[in-house]
């Protein structure tokens, strides 16, 4: 469910998104979005849209994040910030839902627009029953 409030750390969260919005390259969709995601111990990884003239090789800005996390050694994420144009909340499309699983199953995300409301519920609400690697057994690595 869609909370009202929000702590100081998803402000911060959503700062660093909305900062990470300002180098969205999004020439196609003109639709801008910025991500960033926190991990367990604190650090903060940006993420913005990267489209291509072939347009399905865009990707979203929230896999863009999570991507720099895990290259950055970071395999345990706490919570998602999304943002994008308009007075709407973004919320995150179903494939990004399935790549922040993957790395934060109890994700806190946070969604806004340039104005309008904030909203925060988690990962479980918004992926319920959801795949992950704890049914694969457990794996190499
Ligand atoms: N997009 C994101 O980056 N994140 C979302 O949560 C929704 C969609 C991007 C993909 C594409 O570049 C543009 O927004 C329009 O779909």
């Known amino acids: 469910?869609?909370?009202?409030?929000?702590?100081?750390?998803?402000?911060?969260?959503?700062?660093?998104?909305?900062?990470?919005?300002?180098?969205?390259?999004a020439p196609y969709s003109r639709f801008p979005v910025g991500a960033a995601v926190r991990a367990a111990d604190g650090r903060i990884?940006?993420?913005?849209?990267i489209e291509n003239a072939s347009?399905?090789?865009t990707i979203c800005a929230e896999r863009v994040a999570v991507f720099?996390?895990?290259a950055a050694g970071v395999r345990q994420l706490v919570a998602v910030a999304v943002v994008g144009p308009g007075d709407e909340p973004c919320r995150p499309c179903g494939a990004c839902r399935q790549v922040l699983r993957e790395f934060?199953?109890?994700?806190r995300?946070?969604?806004?627009?340039?104005?309008?409301?904030v909203e925060v519920t988690t990962l479980?609400?918004?992926?319920?029953r959801s795949f992950g690697p704890d049914h694969l057994g457990p794996q190499p690595g």
């Open 1 to 25: 469910m869609a909370e009202a409030w929000l702590r100081d750390e998803d402000e911060a969260l959503l700062a660093a998104a909305r900062l990470a919005r300002e180098r969205a390259y």
């Open 55 to 57: 347009y399905g090789l």
């Open 68 to 70: 720099q996390a895990v």
């Open 104 to 107: 934060g199953l109890e994700m």
């Open 45 to 49: 990884f940006q993420g913005c849209n």
């Open 109 to 117: 995300v946070i969604m806004a627009g340039e104005d309008g409301p």
């Open 124 to 128: 479980d609400e918004l992926l319920p």
